[in-house]
């Protein structure tokens, strides 16, 4: 029965993210479901199958809008796949775009695309803002599946050899008459599941998998000037190639992928390169001027600032190689101070009258329009301001 789950809710997104986020999240869950690394679950090749639509929509910007404005009844107008009635070979193939021609598939031995990568991993660290100006090292722990050393990836018990399957002669693939005979279909054989053998006697560890679950520990080096989102790559750290096209994982391994969450600063705003720093000031200081000291992002950093008579609440004081570094030229961004002026809550008697005589002598136009705050720093921080 064809699903009836809402598209973003298969891929556990916002409506309104980015490409880049389907992306991600589309990868996280073919690696989730991903049939070869569930053999005992049913469900996840159903489940892999139903990302993999999700994908296919809203991938594409014409078809993701018709899917928000009109769901599913307006895509059936348009051309697309149906992944549901799909092959996952299928499937596979035309996903390899998005694992970078890694993501192992049940391919069989008679195919001529048959995989010698293994799969690509995801991670996640966390990181301070700080770190971003230093870099960083820090242990990442996940799960990859290796090679089982008991039957060294036949997945057989030890002792024993697979046979060969009786239906497809060891190809892998079996022929189908189409329509009236006029055309033949050759698909990946349905009892041996494309590996040309089947196994009678399972290997205990492995459960026939060839394949078995291994925790790893990494140091993983983070490059100053990285961005939240971005991943650092760790090659070979992935899995071996699938059991079914090179049982003792001889093949080059895939890649495990670092990807960086960078925690708000209390202080500091980041914008590309540079910093924004909201710089609470007195109206005294303000009016008369002064010199005072801006906190950097470093440990210890601190920057001289000198504010001119007369500046105004919302003005922005720029500091040239006070941001974070660039992640390819290692050069630093600006600080960009904007001044708040702090309106006292409470007044003594004294600061009181000495401020009602300064009233007395003023001459302010109350209203008068001024340029928007945030338009003022947006000019600033690229450089027109």
Sequence with gaps: MPTTRCYYEVLNVERTASGDEIKRAYRRMAMKHHPDRNPDDPQAETSFKEAAEAYEVLSDGDRRRTYDQFGRDGLRSKPGHDFRSMNPDDIFSMFDDIFGGSFGGRHGGGRSRARTRGFDLETEVEL???DVLTGA??????TRLDVCDTCDGSGAKPGTTPAQCSRCAGSG?????GLGGMFRMVTTCPDCQGRGNTITDRCVDCRGT?????DRRLEVKIPAGIHDGQAVRISGEGEPP????DPKGAGPRGDLHVVTRIESHQQFERDGN???LVMPAAFTQLALGADVELPGI??????????????????LFRIDGAGLPDLRTNARGD???VIHLMVPKTLNEDQRALLGQYAETEDLEVGASNPSIWNRIKDAVTGRG
Aim: no cysteine; aromatic share 2%; proline share 6%.
């Design 128 to 130: 301070e803002l700080q």
């Design 137 to 142: 090292t820090r242990e990442v722990a996940f």
């Design 173 to 177: 693939q079996v022929t189908q008459a």
């Design 210 to 214: 060839g394949r078995i679950p291994v």
């Design 242 to 245: 699938p059991q079914e096209t």
């Design 274 to 276: 540079h910093l924004l």
């Design 298 to 315: 470093g440990e210890g950093e601190v920057h001289e600032l000198s504010i001119p008579s007369g500046t105004q609440h919302g003005a």
């Design 335 to 337: 600080l960009i101070a």
